[in-house]
C-alpha cells in the first residue's frame, strides 16, 4: 500500500524553488532514507510534506489523499515528525513532555487516560527513557533528548514516521542504538520510516531504498547498492570515495579517500 | 513609558499637583522688590508668567500696561501670549521687550527665570500665597513693584472690611467642609493652601487639614468617615455633573443627604488673590447659612 | 495529586480568608461585630466592590501575562507586550486633557473614562491585528507592531501633555499609574464577565498553549495550527486585558510576575499554569491594593506603584537564588 506519493513537487522559501520536480513513492513497511549534500533540499521536502511550508506545484498524497484537504489533527495521529530543532524555552518534565504526543487523540478538555498512560509507558520503555520521567527536558544530554524526542512521537502512534538527521549529534553507539530501534519498530509495529541520513553507510545499513537527492532533483533512487556506487556519490558529493561490501552485513560500505592519496586523474588533472 | 511615568510619579507624591518644591534659597523678599523698584522705576511693560498673576495686576492696574501673558491668563485675546507657564517662549518674551517679567515660585520653572535673567530681563519671583496673610503680603509687594502702593493698600483695607462684615454671619456650631478639586482621582486641599485659610475663615473645617501633603488624593472611605456637611467642588468643565453625580452613591454623608453639595468656579479657589479670597469666604458662609 | 493541584487548593482556601481581612482593613480598621451605618456604607459601598474587581483585574491581568508568554513563546512578555496599555492611554489622556465632547461624556457619566479606555485598547488591538496579519501572525511580526505600536501611542500621549494644565496631566498620569479607586458595582459586573469568559476560553485552550511552546513546526506536526491559535488568544487576551485596563488603569508586573513565579513552582504545563497564575493574581493584586489604600491613609496611593516596588523586590530576590 502506499503511504506517500510525491509527484513532480516544487516547493521552496519566499517564492524561491528549493526542490524542483520531485517524485518518489513510499510503501508500507518500508524505510526510506532520504541522502544527499547539504543544501540539497532535504529538509525542505520533509517540512512540506508535514505541511509546515506550502507546496507550489505537485502533488504530496498520503494514503492516496492530497496532504492538504487532510485535517490537521487527524494528520498527526498518522504521521509522527523528528524535526531538528524544537523550542526548549520552558522546562516540561520529560513525562510531561512526552505526554504531548498524545495531543491529537485528546479533546481539549480530556484529561490523559489510563489508556494514554499505556501508550507513553510503551513509548517511554521502547527508547529506554523510563528513567528519565521525572527530570526536565532542560537538563537532559543530546542523546538523551533524541530519544525522549522519539518517545514523543511514538506516543502519538504514527503509522509513518518522519525523522530529520535524528543521528546529528550522536555518537556511534547512540546512532546504533536508534536505528535499531527504528528497524524493530518498522519490522514488528510496522512503522513506515521515511529518515533523513548524513551518514551513507547508516543509511546503507538500515534502509530499504535510498532517495539520493542533489539541488533539489532526485539524482537516483533504489535499493542502497543501486544508489551508493562510486560514479554517483563522486558526483554529487564531488569528493573520491571506494564503495565496497560491509562483510558483516553484505551491505554496501562507502570508504573516504582522503585529498592527497587522489590520484592526477581524480583531482581533474 | 512605564518607567517614565514612575518616575514622575515621585515627584507628583513629594510636592502633589502642580506645586514644584524649588531647591534655590528664597528670592523673593522685600529687598528684592526694592531693588527692582529702584532701579526700573515705575515699569511701563509687564509680562506676567502666571494667571494668578494677572489677576491680581487686573485689580491693580489697568490691562494696558500688560504685553504679555500666558495661555490660561484671562485676559482680551489682543494681548499677546507668551506660551504655556511650563515653557513659555523665551524668544517671544524678548521680543515684547519688557520691562518687568512677574513669575511665581510654585508655578514657573528656575530654569526658565534662570535664562530669562542671564538673557538681561528683570524677572521678579513671587513666593507662595498659602494664607489669606500671605496673599495680602504678596499684593502689597505687587503694588510696590507697580507704583501703585497706595493703590493696592487701599484695595487692601476694603476688602479687609468686607470680610469682617460677612463673618458676622458665621453660623453657630460646628461645619465640616471637604474641597474637591478634582474627579479622578479624588484630590483635595490640605494645611498650608490658600483653600484651607479660605475654609478657616469661614467658621468651618477642611476635613482634610490633617493630611500629609499639600494635594492629597483621598480614598472616598475618609470622605465617608470624616462626614462633611459641606461638600464643594471646585468647576472641572464637562466632569463637573459625573463628579456630583458621584456623591449620590453614598446618601450617608451629611453633606449629600442634605443636599449641600455646590459647586464653585475654579479660579476662586485656585487662583489666590485678595478679591477671590473674599468672594470665596462670603459664598461658603453663604452656603453654610441656609 | 500534584503539585499544581495543591497549590491551586492551598489559594482557593487562602483567598476568601485574605479578602475577608482586606474589607476590614484600611484607613481605619473595621470590627465585624460592632458596625455603624458609615462602617456598613464603607464595607459595602467602597471596599467591597473594590476588593472583588481587585480579584477579577489580578486574576485577568496574570492569565494574559500567562497565555501570552506562551504563544510568543517568551517567559517575559506580559499583557501590555502588544501595545494594548498605549492605545488605552491614547484615549484616556485625550479624554482628561483636550476636553471630552461635552454630550458625550455628561450622557455617560462616571462610565466615560472606561469606556474610553477600552475604545482606545481595541483601537491599538486593531492596528496591531491588521499589521500582525499581514505578517502571517508569527511571533516577531505580533512583537514587533505591539512595540512599535506602543513608542506610537506614548509619543501621542507625551504630545498631549505637552499642551495640557498641570491638573489634567495629573488626573491622566494618576490613571495611567493604576488605581481602584473609583468602581461601581455595575463596571464590577461587566469587566468581571468579560475577564471570567477569556479566562475560560483560555484554560480550554490550554493544551494547545504548551504544544505552542514547542514551536511553530512542532506544533503542526501535533495537530495545532499555530497561526489560528496565536490569533484567537490573541484576541481574548486583548479583550481580557481591554477590561482590566478600561477599569484599573495599567497596572504592571502583575501580568509578567505572577505567571512567571507560578511557572517555577509548578512547571510549564499550562492547565496547572493557568488555574494557579489566575488565583495568584487575584490574591496578589487584593493585597496590593489594600496596602495602596491603607499605608497612607487617608492618602490614596497608585496601585501600580505598589505592585511595581513589591513585584520588583520579589522578583530581584528570586533571581538572586535561581537561573529563571
Redesign the interface.
Known sequence: MSMLKISNLTCGYDDRAVINDVSFEVNQGEIVGIIGPNGSGKTTLF?TI???IPQYSGHVLYRDKEISSWH??E???E???L?Q???L?????VN?FIA??R??Y?G??EPIGTEDQTIISQAMELTETKRLASKLITELSGGELQRVYLAQALA?QPKLLLLDEPTAHLDIGHQIEILHLLRYLNKEKELTVVIILHDLNLAAEYCHRLVMLNNGRIEAIGSPKEVLTFPIIEKVYKTVVVVKENPISEKPYVFLVPKDKWTGKQKGE | MRKYFYALLLGLLITGCPARKDATPDTTGLADATRIVYSVRTPGRIISLAPALTENLKLILPLDRLVGRTDYCNTPAQIPSVGNIMEPSIERILALNPDIILATKEANQPAVIHKLRELGLKVFVFGESDSWKMVQDNFLLMGKLLGEESKASAILSNLNQQLSKVREHVPVGSCKVFIQLNNNPLMTAGNNTFINDIIKHTGCRNIAEDAANKWPVFNIEEVIRRAPDLIIISEMGEMTATAKDMWRNFPDIPAVKSGRIYVMPAELMCQPTPDNFVKAVSQIIEWNTK | MNRGALLALGFLIVIPAVALLCLVVGGTNISLFNMSDTDRTIIFDVRLPRILTALLVGAGLAACGCVLQAIL???LADPYTLGISGGAAVGVTALLAIGPVAGLVNALGSFGLPLTAFAGALAAVGLVFLIASKQRFSVHGLILSGVILSFIFSGIVMLIFAVSKPTEIQSAMFWLMGNLANINYTLMLIVGSLILTGIIIAF??A??M??M??????A??????PQTTRRTLFIITSLITGACVAVSGIIGFVGLMIPHIM?LIV???HRMLLINSVLAGALFLAVTDTLARTIMAPNELPVGVITGIIGGVFFISLLMKKTV
Not at chain 3, 511552546?213 to 512542532?218: A, F
Not at chain 3, 503542526?220 to 495550527?225: D, N, Q
Request: avoid cysteine; charge should be positive; hydrophobic fraction near 40%.
Open positions: 517540512r508535514t505541511r509546515v490537521l489533527r494528520l498527526s495521529k504521521i509522527a515528525v524535526p530543532f524544537i523550542f524555552q520552558f522546562p516540561f518534565s510531561d504531548l504526543g495531543n491529537p485528546l481539549r478538555l502519538q | 513563546r517568551n517567559p480550554i485552550l493544551k494547545d504548551d504544544v511552546t514547542l514551536g511553530d513546526e512542532k503542526v506536526h501535533l495537530g495545532v495550527s511557572r512547571g510549564p504545563s
